[in-house]
């Protein structure tokens, strides 16, 4: 799994604060990447020790561990409201709590449970913090609409790079079958107005700006957890 700038500890801090919002009845959307690992993996804990929630999760990867935690399951088509989703971040914008999200190439699916969650809570550590949105977009595209999207990404002022697997030789695969293009937009000032452009090129399945989504965010900095809310 993708690891980043932050300390495990300060990932497992921020993890563990927000668990702490999870109560007996809840329906947990489940996000994906190594701070929400932590979450799921104490989620699991605390099922094994009698806490009684069904988890919704974001990735195949996040369903694994899942799994393995002892988290009972549920999809969207199996329950009618999530409680609350745990879900880490790229990049959180300190101005206006906009996030990027898709480094493990999953933001469709976590758009739409982070989206329908009642609660949206962001584990972070401070390596993921700035003032305004700079981190590159990811963008999911169909395959067939690779090099359409990547000429509308670049007359948005755009540079898309397509994503490739770490370790194969070929691109990165969503879980949806298609595939992912890192857009740079250097510094955005309107991160509203450039995510309503990416949703309207055809072709385009989901980006990784989350406006107006986050509720809490849990920082894990070397001592404790700042909340940001
Ligand atoms: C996956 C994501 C992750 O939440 C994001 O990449 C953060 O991951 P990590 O906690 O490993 O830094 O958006 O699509």
Do not use: W
């Amino acid at each position: 799994m993708k690891t980043t700038g932050g300390t495990d500890e300060q990932k497992r801090r921020a993890a563990l604060a927000a668990v702490e919002s999870v109560e007996d009845g809840m329906v947990v959307g489940l996000g994906t990447g190594s701070t929400t690992a932590f979450a799921i993996r104490k989620l699991g804990d605390l099922v094994g020790s009698g806490l009684d929630i069904r988890g919704v999760p974001t990735s195949f990867a996040a369903r694994e561990l899942a799994r393995e935690a002892g988290i009972p399951l549920a999809s969207l088509d199996e329950i009618s409201a999530i409680d609350l989703a745990i879900d880490g971040a790229d990049q959180v914008a300190t101005s206006d709590g906009a996030l990027v999200k898709g480094g493990g190439a999953a933001h469709a699916r976590e758009k739409i449970v982070d989206a329908f969650a009642d609660e949206f809570h962001v584990v972070a550590d401070p390596s993921k913090l700035a003032e305004t949105l700079s981190h590159s977009i990811p963008v999911e595209v169909l395959p067939t609409a690779r090099t359409t999207v990547s000429a509308a990404v670049s007359d948005l002022g755009g540079d898309p790079v397509l994503r490739r697997a770490e370790r194969k030789d070929g691109p990165v695969v969503t879980d949806n079958g298609n595939l992912v293009l890192d857009c740079d937009f250097g510094e955005i000032s309107d991160s509203e107005s450039l995510a309503t452009a990416l949703s309207a090129i055809p072709g385009v399945v989901e980006h990784g700006i989350f406006v107006g989504l986050a509720d809490v965010v849990y920082v894990g900095t070397a001592d404790g957890v700042d909340v940001v809310e």
